[in-house]
């Protein structure tokens, strides 16, 4: 009789102890959960915030493709405007050679003869495929030349020439300590440039200007602006309307509002 009771309170520890085994082994691992459940879906929403929404990472995000700019090819090699007339003997009569223009002109503003020309130049490109500064171009293949020619019969001291599309009118350079009468400058071109965060729709013709002025060092303001229109067709924009006029007495006074007290040094750069 207590042989038999020994056997069964033995067998009752031995099963008791193997339970507790399978609990603590069920314990320490986890059935494996599998890896495709983890992953997340395409439509996880953004986690929005009080003031913020922030998109999961990594984004995917589909953006319209930027078409840029050019200026008709046809119109390029069908010009027959002016050639520049301005120049001076003892420097290089143009930083860029211009054989042919799309239309411009001289005119006379107070102290200066400035000439301005619309033209092609396939050195002039967006800032996408132009990474040298002086050579971009808002419309691929387009560019303005300008040149000045000081008057005066006294010296005229310091000169700043503040330039750019109506109304992103910016200094650009200086030049001195003093030219006198009959001073030509060096010609140079700048691409066409809109102002940060403009857009144009050239479905029709969309007219624009762009404003060239000279203040020499006692104050005197001259300028000149040269507008024209583009339009879209085929091949690219096409320049219409071209014409050069000096700016009047009101124009100058309102852009001499605007413009820098104190000019940056010579030689510094335009900015940008």
């Known amino acids: 009789m207590k ?9 009752i520890v031995a099963v008791f102890f193997s339970s507790c085994q399978s609990q603590s082994v069920a314990g320490n691992y986890p059935t494996e959960v599998p890896i495709s459940a983890a992953l997340p879906t395409t439509t996880e929403q953004p986690i929005t915030g009080a003031t913020n929404t922030i ?4 984004l995917q995000v589909s953006t319209e493709e930027q078409v840029s700019l050019i200026v008709s090819s046809e119109n390029c090699s069908s010009s027959n405007g002016p050639i520049p007339l301005l120049s001076n003997p003892e420097i290089t009569s143009s930083t860029r ?15 200066f003869t400035i000439e301005l ?30 040149n000045w020619q000081y008057d005066a019969p ?3 001291g310091r000169i700043d020439v503040y330039y750019g599309i109506d109304t992103d009118i910016r200094w650009q350079s200086g030049e001195g300590p003093t030219v006198s009468q009959g001073h030509v400058s060096q010609g140079q ?37 040269l507008s024209f229109e583009l ?10 309307a071209i014409l050069v006029k000096p700016l009047t007495d009101t124009e100058l006074l309102t852009i001499k509002d605007v413009l820098p007290t104190v000019a940056p040094p010579l030689g510094a750069l335009p900015e940008q």
């Open 97 to 111: 050679p211009v054989n042919n223009s799309l239309g411009g002109g001289v005119v006379q503003s107070k102290e």
């Open 154 to 156: 006294y010296d005229s």
């Open 117 to 146: 020309l619309l033209y092609c130049d396939a050195v002039f490109q967006p800032a996408l495929t132009q990474t040298y500064q002086p050579y971009i171009s808002d419309v691929g293949g387009l560019a303005i030349y300008y």
């Open 55 to 58: 998109t999961p990472f990594p």
């Open 231 to 240: 339009q879209q067709i085929s091949d690219g924009l096409q320049p219409t």
């Open 189 to 225: 071109s700048t691409g066409i440039l809109f102002a940060p965060n403009t857009s144009f729709d050239f479905s029709t013709p969309t007219p624009l200007r762009f404003v060239y002025v000279m203040q020499t060092e006692s104050g005197q303001l001259s300028g000149a602006a």
């Open 3 to 11: 042989q038999t009771r020994s056997s069964l309170i033995i067998g």
